[in-house]
């Protein structure tokens, strides 16, 4: 079992910067990467970035060269440093925890970035 807490998110003006913290607690082993998503209101959930075991990333295009994701393997912590804030970034994200074939998928209770002009 996994227990993700996702912290971080904010009010932000267009063009500002926010940092998203996901720490995780529990039995890591079969864990393959570590992600964050978003729902925006009225869309489906959508991957922003992932993070594999082995550190290798990947990002949604609408978000290449603005976010990125790390983790600090020592504080069990992934986090989402976003710049270049956007409106269409307006979301609940939501730290994620799973394996490859999906037989362990883990959730957090989501933290709420909302842009505002």
């Known amino acids: 079992q996994v227990h993700l807490v996702e912290s971080g998110g904010d009010l932000v003006q267009p063009g500002g910067s926010l940092r998203l913290s996901c720490a995780a607690s529990g039995n890591f082993q079969s864990i393959n990467y570590m992600g964050w998503y978003r729902r925006a209101p009225g869309k489906e959930r959508e991957l922003v970035a992932r993070?594999?075991?082995?550190?290798?990333?990947n990002y949604a295009d609408s978000v290449k060269g603005r976010f990125t994701i790390s983790r600090d393997n020592a504080k069990n912590t992934v986090y989402l440093q976003m710049n270049g804030l956007k409106p269409e970034d307006t979301a609940v994200y939501y730290c994620n925890a799973a394996t490859w074939n999906q037989k362990y998928d883990y959730w957090g209770q989501g933290t709420q970035v909302t842009e505002y002009l």
């Open positions: 993070i594999t075991s082995g550190g290798s990333t």
